[in-house]
């Protein structure tokens, strides 16, 4: 089952892209299979069908956001990757915002690394 399809995941790529498509030096590129978004070419977040994976976020942040929200890692395959948060969303855009403040903070990690 791929991670990513056009017809599940447009309207939430294209509300995701209204905004970060907007911060500076964000550029969009195809990863996983997966449209993914990257600051000075390091990855900080990218979508699925429905929902958002974030790369570079606090275990502190991780934590708590999961205390509220369905999330869980990341599984590429069978690998496991733990440090990146994968928030589910549905059809359920109600703490999109919420959301978007964790992946605001993921690309200011790396654009202020």
């Not at 990863?31 to 606090?58: E, N, W």
């Not at 205390?67 to 990757?81: D, S, V």
């Not at 359920?92 to 919420?98: A, C, I, P």
Request: hydrophobic share 40%; glycine share 6%; with cysteine.
């Amino acid at each position: 089952m791929p991670y990513y399809t056009e017809t599940e995941g447009k309207p939430l790529r294209e509300l995701f892209e209204a905004q970060v498509l907007n911060w500076p030096k964000v550029t969009m590129r195809w990863m996983f299979g997966c449209p993914a978004y990257l600051v000075d070419g390091k990855l900080f977040a990218f979508l699925l069908s429905h929902g958002v994976v974030i790369t570079q976020i606090r275990k502190r942040d991780r934590e708590a956001f999961a205390g509220l929200y369905e999330t869980e890692p990341f599984k590429a395959g069978e690998r496991e990757i733990e440090r990146w948060l994968q928030v589910n969303l549905g059809d359920d855009r109600t703490y999109f915002d919420r959301v978007m403040a964790l992946v605001r903070k993921s690309y200011d990690t790396i654009l202020n690394y």
